[in-house]
């Protein structure tokens, strides 16, 4: 398995470009699904949750032609299977989106239960109960849900959270449904909107997308469509808290932050100097080390809780005294201990950490428990005394194009190595 290998000490100066959103391409990739045609799909981030992606379509039959610049054309016409098994979904929760697409365009699917997960339970009860009142039978059975339906009506779902990939799913089977169907208390997530777009571009009938009321007009079928997806807000989010981090001087290109308001605004309360245009923001801090600042996470447009880990690093080392509460996820802290073995003063009051900044974290071993943990390991590792080995580092891969490669861009020592031979092996290979 491979390790990332971080030497902390220097400030990040340069310039780089922000990736596709992994959270808008992998519904998108999805959506092709509901059509016969063919949609192309560009600016689409290379990650492993893509390769999954890809893997899972592949599977129930859909064909690709993917270039160089992972612009991808993704033809659905003739479906082989309409089975999402557990190998892959355990993998990526977020397959249960291809669950509202099947159904409605085939009349049938099968997906199995994503099951438990790092960062708390995360169930599916929204996804199902939201296909059910559109007149899906679904039995839940040996760990697949199964659902069939001969064709989906349209209905009012109200839903209790609003789920993002909840929301996305049922909208995807709305666009086929015959009827209205209006999703209230919907999320409001900048790739929720990107989806409305494509598949308003395949001809799906979407009103109000980007607000917590989504109205589908149902239609007999969608076509092929073109559609670029937006940029990454977290990736965008998680390189400023790097420049801020280490006092440095970031510009990002190819960026919305129109996008990333909230935690743009939690970095200029942290004492960095932020500027933006409509597709770039630089971010300089002057050498200064940053505040602390209070932060709570909430649906969009609030601080989301994929910049949670970033913040709680950031007031680790920052002057004064901070808190971070994550009211979305249940057990979404797992990195405070690793940060704690790195010398970071961080308690744990219920569902928030309360975070006294130190001068300098120490490097050490840590593991890497989830995708936004895992980055934030790299950002201590920045502003860490020696080197910070980081193991697991696939769940880095997940989320994060090229991280090394951008971070090494801007002037931080990082590398990945191939795991070690474990003492016993390296024994045998030497013929001990
Ligand atoms: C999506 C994002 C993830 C982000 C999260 C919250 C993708 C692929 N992933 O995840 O990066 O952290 O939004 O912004 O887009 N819930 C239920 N029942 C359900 C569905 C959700 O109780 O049927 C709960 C969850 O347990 C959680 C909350 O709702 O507490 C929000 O989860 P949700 O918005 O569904 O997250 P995901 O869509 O899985």
Not at 65 to 89: C, G, H, N, Q
Not at 319 to 330: A, D, L, M, Q, S
Request: with cysteine; glycine share 8%; proline share 4%.
């Amino acid at each position: 398995m491979n390790k990332l290998i971080v030497t902390g000490g220097t400030q990040l100066r340069g310039e780089i470009s922000v990736s596709g959103a992994k959270n808008a391409a992998l519904p998108v990739l999805i959506a092709s699904l509901l059509t016969s045609e063919i949609v192309r799909i560009s600016n689409v981030p290379h990650l492993n949750d893509i390769t999954t992606t890809l893997e899972l379509l592949g599977r129930l039959g859909v064909q690709f032609v993917v270039d160089e610049k992972m612009t991808i054309e993704a033809d659905a016409s003739e479906l082989t299977d309409l089975r999402a098994p557990y190998e892959l979904v355990k993998t990526m929760r977020a397959s249960i989106l291809v669950l509202g697409p099947m159904l409605a365009r085939f009349g049938q699917a099968e997906v199995s239960m994503p099951g438990g997960c790092a960062i708390g339970s995360r169930p599916v009860n929204l996804h199902i109960k939201g296909l059910q009142a559109m007149g899906a039978e679904i039995d839940i059975k040996d760990g697949y849900i199964k659902a069939r339906a001969k064709r989906l009506h349209g209905a009012r779902i109200f839903l209790d959270i609003s789920s993002v990939t909840g929301t996305e799913n049922l909208m995807m089977a709305a666009t086929l449904a015959q009827g209205t169907t209006v999703i209230e208390n919907a999320a409001r997530e900048p790739e929720v909107v990107d989806l409305a777009n494509c598949l308003i571009a395949m001809g799906a009938r979407i009103k109000g997308a980007g607000t917590a009321e989504i109205t589908i007009e149902g239609v007999e079928k969608l076509s092929g469509a073109e559609h670029r997806i937006i940029p990454d807000r977290i990736e965008t989010g998680t390189y400023l808290v790097a420049a801020a981090l280490s006092g440095g001087d970031v510009r990002l290109r190819n960026a919305r932050p129109d996008l990333a308001e909230s935690v743009i605004e939690k970095l200029r309360e942290a004492g960095a100097h932020v500027e933006t245009g409509p597709d770039w923001v630089h971010l300089d801090m002057k050498g200064e080390r940053p505040r602390s600042v209070n932060v709570r996470t909430a649906p969009y447009p609030a601080f989301p809780t994929d910049m949670q880990a970033q913040f709680v690093v950031l007031n680790s080392i920052a002057e004064g005294t901070g808190t971070v509460t994550e009211t979305v996820f249940e057990n979404r802290f797992m990195h405070v201990h690793e940060l704690q073995r790195m010398g970071a003063d961080i308690e744990m009051q219920g569902n928030t950490a309360i975070i006294r900044g130190v001068e300098k974290l120490r490097g050490a071993p840590v593991m890497a428990t989830d995708l936004r943990a895992s980055a934030c390991l790299a950002l201590a590792g920045l502003v860490a005394e020696s080197d910070t080995v980081i193991d697991r580092i696939y769940h880095i891969d997940r989320g994060y194009e090229c991280l090394e490669e951008k971070l090494s861009q801007l002037g931080a020592r990082i590398r990945r190595v191939a795991d070690y031979p474990a003492p016993a092996m390296r024994a045998a290979a030497a013929g001990d």
